[in-house]
């Protein structure tokens, strides 16, 4: 295994192993976007609206998620300087670029998971198995373009004072395709106003393209980036 | 000339969001300029 | 201390030309005329269009807006490029890269004003999702995002390298947002909602359309240069502010 590789798996290691002692994500994170869920429920008040728009709403619940989980990623980091002591101990930018990210995806699909039995649960949502199959590919080519660019704008973004609030300005317009693309391949999946759920395979193309873009780009521009 | 109003507007806005940048620009910068003297700037 | 000491600094002050050199007054004068010059051509020499009336006349400000704000991005990702890769690090295409990108944020808000009440006139609302203006809105947006992290603080350099890493991804990430909306709007064959904006221009109002160009670029150069300049000083003071300000109490002190 490469040395880059092996910090990225060192890194994602630490970041999960962080998660699950402090079970942050798992009792602020998924009730906050159960929460999102529900609020837009009330803020459009018509079942029929909520299960059309169901899948936009899940990933816009998603990227607000993102944006939480991105924060927090980052807040173990500089906490105690950890992050500056990674950078100058000479360690592969990308590797921990990598690691981060990995992390950073396995928390977004638990997220995911989570949010799409609600989107049944709660806007009466329908899937079968081609479309479960259709949502499980977007999701994850999705999440490597959601987790590139997080854990990306998250480096800029981390640390000093003030510049937390930057982070939803800079990361939701970069993720626009994103939610375009997810958003439509789950129309497809959960078959919304009769939509064909084979309709939906085209736009992986496009979540693929983003996910191979920002994961090689977000690698070489990591460096710089974090290089304080 | 129907909808005057609104081409002079986009008019105004044109002139007047130049002008306003330009206006803010050099207070700015004029203020900048009482602290640093003539010779050092590498433009002059 | 009386008045007649008190006026000579000031005087001064006036006559200081700040970020002002022979070539930009020219170019100034310049700049001022031709935009007289548009106005009025705009206005009142050339002709409503057969189509869209008289809301064409603003085309002439929204369109040269819309271009210079695309060549003041492209600018900006150029010189940032050019200052991660020169060893030197030069901090003048940082500034530069600034400047030109707070210039774009101007023209493409002039362009989207311009736009929007174009779009009143003639299709009667302020907004439509088509793709142009949609991926204009997000580049709008992300060159805030951009000017935001310019103004975050820290040492210049850190400066320079955090935005010019992000002008480089936003001109990654720019054709990814232009072709995800197309591809969006071809499902809402929303083509129709543009209805027939042929211009067929004639002669004058081609001309006019140039010369709206021609006097947007100039304009351009000038806040550019100017602006470029400014943010000099700007980081001169930041970088000797404390030292002048100690030097000149001093002074003040030695000569009370």
């Known amino acids: 295994m490469t040395p880059t590789l092996r910090v990225a798996r060192a890194i994602a290691a630490k970041d999960l192993r962080v998660e699950w002692r402090s079970r942050v994500v798992t009792n602020q994170v998924l009730p906050f976007s159960a929460l999102v869920m529900v609020l837009f429920a009330f803020a459009l008040d018509d079942d029929g609206i909520t299960e059309r728009v169901a899948p936009g709403l899940v990933w816009l619940a998603v990227l607000f ?62 899937i079968g198995a081609e479309g479960l199959a259709l949502f499980a590919s977007a999701a994850l080519l999705a999440t490597v373009g959601l987790a590139s660019v997080g854990t990306l704008y998250g480096g800029l973004a981390a640390g000093v004072r003030g510049r937390e609030t930057l982070l939803p300005l800079l990361v939701l317009p970069v993720l626009a395709p994103v939610l375009i693309g997810a958003t439509r391949c789950t129309e497809s999946a959960f078959g919304v106003e009769g939509v064909e759920t084979s309709d939906g395979w085209p736009w992986l193309g496009l979540l693929a393209i983003f996910a191979v873009l920002f994961s090689v780009f977000g690698a070489f521009a990591y460096g710089p980036l974090i290089d304080e | 000339m129907k909808d005057l109003g609104f081409i002079l507007g986009s008019w105004i806005v044109t002139i007047g969001g130049m002008a306003t940048f330009a206006v803010a620009m050099f207070r700015r910068a004029r203020r900048d300029a009482t602290v640093v003297p003539p010779e050092e700037r590498p433009w002059l | ?174 054709p990814l947002v232009h072709f995800s909306v197309v591809l969006w709007n071809s499902l809402h064959q929303e083509a129709s909602v543009a209805g027939n904006t042929d211009v067929t221009m004639d002669g004058l109002m081609l001309f006019t359309l140039f010369l709206g160009v021609v006097v947007f670029t100039l304009s351009y150069v000038w806040l550019v240069l100017h602006r470029q300049r400014a943010l000099h000083l700007r980081d001169l003071v930041d970088e000797t502010g404390l030292d002048r300000a100690l030097e000149a109490r001093r002074a003040e002190a030695a000569s009370s």
């Open chain 3, 1 to 174: 201390m009386t008045d007649s000491t008190a006026q000579k600094p000031r005087e001064a002050a006036r006559r200081d030309p700040v970020t002002g050199t022979r070539f930009t007054r020219v170019l100034g004068v310049a700049c001022l005329a031709g935009l007289v010059w548009l106005f009025v051509f705009a206005f009142f020499v050339t002709p409503a269009d057969v189509n869209q009336g008289e809301s064409v006349r603003i085309m002439y400000a929204h369109v040269p807006g819309a271009w210079l704000a695309y060549l003041a991005f492209v600018v900006t990702a150029f010189s940032s490029a050019m200052y991660l890769w020169r060893r030197t690090r030069s901090l003048t295409w940082d500034r530069l890269a600034g400047a030109s990108a707070e210039v774009g944020v101007l023209f493409m808000a002039i362009s989207l004003v311009t736009g929007s009440l174009w779009g009143r006139i003639t299709w009667g609302t302020f907004w439509t999702w088509d793709a142009r203006l949609t991926t204009t809105a997000f580049l709008f947006i992300t060159y805030v995002g951009y000017l935001a992290v310019r103004g975050l603080g820290g040492s210049h350099h850190q400066r320079a390298r955090r935005s010019a890493v992000l002008a480089l991804l936003a001109v990654l990430e720019i």
């Open chain 1, 65 to 126: 998620s993102l944006v939480v989980l991105v924060s927090r990623s980052y807040a173990v980091e500089t906490a105690d300087g950890a992050l500056d002591q990674l950078r100058s101990s000479g360690v592969e930018p990308a590797g921990i670029f990598f690691g981060k990210a990995i992390a950073l995806a396995v928390q977004l699909l638990v997220l995911q998971a989570v949010l799409a039995g609600l989107a049944v649960v709660l806007y009466r949502a329908s």
